[in-house]
């Protein structure tokens, strides 16, 4: 009883320590910041944002928003608030305690991997009179940005501060933003190694749907061409012709969804093939950076991003996702060649010995890990934050050391 008194007692610690948070709850008392936080939840940004921790977010008040705003499409206005984001936790204090005065911090921007070079990264400097400067890291690039003040903190894991103008790294605003018809989304996926599933798009016509849906938003998950070699995969040949159509609308939202948004999802997704006749939608389910699909029949890792730019977002996905609608929860595999076998001969009658009790063989438990030392806040974090709140845009969370503490505690219970 006491190991399952200490269980409940480390499950209530983890439910009070943990902390989350929500950028646009926390931005809405702020009139002064709605168009940016508009734009957040437009690019939905604030989903990555949210499925973050430790980072600091430059906002921009409305004037300044507009002005970077009034001129670009949401593809590229998106790049622009990315570089925004900071992976690091700075409150008014720390941003004037930065080890000899200069430091370059990575963005969201820096993650997407289409930031050559240091584009994706931010140079925040300590200026003379107490004033803090930020420019774009690339070489040349002049501090172009100040901060102005704080606005909002959830000490060591977000820190919202408003800064005077946008960061613009060299040919972010400039370059040529397509437009979403424009993409070829076979030829990505050809290119990603989804030759067989972009094959397929052409031969069905489906590509023709995704194609109509592209300007309203759409997110698709394409199996590799390793996918369709598995030795679970279901005989596609004995689909229909209408079936085969279906699978392949399965693979598609009609929505913009990039990977930030499918981490704070928590209801199921439709998919291009619901409708009247079936649910056809997907669950998602997160471990990390990790995001895994389910489809009540298998599962599929999102391995990579091929595109994200809105309104389009193509993914590649390890496994085939297949619908209860079609499969059940029992798909037939593809037939296998049937053996050639030879006539075996006969074999000769002998006496069946008796039945004998076989004693089970020992299961020797898992020791228990070992227990480890909390780990302690950054030694470079502030003391006390300006502006610390605690409200409904932050739920209280745990340090690493407390998970720890309770696979110990699980442990002890299962093993008493």
Sequence with gaps: MGALHLLVFALSTLAVSVRAHNITDMLSPFPEYSLYNSYLSQTKLADEINSRQTLTCLVLNNAAMSALAGKHPLSVIKKALMLLVVLDYYDGKKLHEISDGTTLSTTLYQTTGNAPGNLGFVNITDLKGGKVGFGSAAPGSKLDSSYTKSVKQIPYN????????????????????????????????????????????????????????????????????????????????????????????????????????????????????????????????TAGDSVTLKTGVDSSRVADTVLDATPLCLFTVDNL????????????????????????????????????????????????????????????????????TTDKSAVDVTAPAVLKLLATVIFTVLLS
Excluded at 323 to 352: I, M, N, R
């Design 321 to 388: 996702l297949l619908p209860t609608e079609l499969f059940g929860k029992s798909p037939s595999p593809a037939p296998a060649p049937e053996p050639v076998s030879s006539p075996s001969p006969t074999p000769a009658v002998s006496p069946s010995p008796s039945p004998a009790a076989e004693a089970p063989t020992p299961v020797s438990s898992p020791p228990a890990p070992p227990m480890e030392s909390p780990e302690g806040s950054p030694s470079d974090a502030p003391a006390e934050s300006e502006n610390s």
């Design 158 to 285: 977000i820190s919202v501060l408003e800064i005077s103008a946008p960061i613009i790294a060299p040919g972010l605003l400039t370059a040529p933003a397509p437009s979403a018809s424009d993409v070829n989304i076979t030829g990505l996926l050809e290119k990603a190694g989804c030759k067989t599933f972009a094959s397929l798009l052409v031969s069905t016509g489906v590509i023709k749907i995704y194609e109509s849906a592209v300007e309203k938003g759409l997110t698709v998950f394409a199996p590799n061409d390793e996918a369709f070699k598995a030795d679970d995969v279901p005989d596609l040949t004995k689909l229909t012709n209408a079936e085969l159509v279906t699978l392949l609308q399965y693979h598609a939202v009609a929505a913009y969804t990039p990977i930030g948004s499918l981490k704070t999802s928590k209801d199921p997704i439709s998919t291009l093939a619901t409708s009247g006749a079936g649910k056809y939608d997907l669950t998602v389910s």
